[in-house]
């Protein structure tokens, strides 16, 4: 009975693994985070490891992180140094916006300059997964980012707003950082890794259906 309750293999110590993996590899996200260049391959190394670990239940999921955030750097560096002004001057067209919904007019503004926000966010959306979980040279990561962003606009809406949804609940409140960065990877994958596979030929699907089943 003893051997039952403590093997590794249990329902309740699986749960806890998972537990430990989500908190840790939320907390080791922001950590790298804070070098602010760094943002870009934190986050393709957390969707790469999310996806291993939490869908195809592979283990080690710190090992994992570290060794896809050491391998997104060198690409991910330049890019969010590209993102980083990019979202510094839409920020300040927001606060823009907002200073003038004082007439109707303004409110209007403000309403379109949101729904034209949809674009760059979902690109940035699908820009890190997609370095996280293929190899591209920059030119074609950025284009096939802007591609799928128009032609899985539905998609693309639910992941950009849950996306900030799930920014503006941890800001408010603050502890919720514990978890909210891993499940809100968690449930953009369920959207990106059905269109993810749509964009590779035959032999690249093949090769990765096999790496998928083989959890690797």
């Known amino acids: 009975m003893w051997q039952q309750i403590f093997n590794p293999e249990n329902l309740f110590f699986r749960i806890l693994a998972r537990g430990v993996d989500l908190v840790g590899l939320s907390l080791l996200w922001i950590l ?40 997104n750097l060198k690409q991910g560096i330049p890019l969010t140094v590209i993102c980083i002004p990019i979202g510094i001057f839409l920020a300040w067209g927001s606060d823009v916006m907002i200073n003038n919904t004082a007439t109707e007019a303004g409110v209007i503004m403000y309403m379109i300059y949101y729904v034209l926000l949809v674009v760059p966010a979902g690109i940035c959306c699908y820009l890190f997964p997609l370095m996280g979980r293929f190899e591209f040279k920059m030119p074609a990561l950025i284009q096939t980012a802007v591609i799928m962003t128009f032609r899985h606009l539905p998609s693309t809406v639910i992941v950009v707003m849950l996306t900030i949804e799930m920014v503006v609940f941890t ?30 030929s035959g032999d690249e699907l093949t090769a990765f259906m096999d790496a998928e089943e083989a959890g690797e």
């Open 32 to 71: 790298l985070c804070m070098p602010v260049i760094t943002i870009g391959p934190a986050s393709a190394a957390l969707y790469y490891t999310v996806v291993k670990v939490f869908r195809h239940k592979k283990e080690e999921a710190f090992r994992t992180y570290l060794r896809a955030f050491w391998s």
């Open 171 to 200: 800001i408010e409140r603050w502890w919720p950082v514990l978890f909210t960065p891993v499940l809100t990877t968690i449930l953009a994958s369920l959207f990106l890794e059905r269109i993810f596979p749509k964009y590779l």
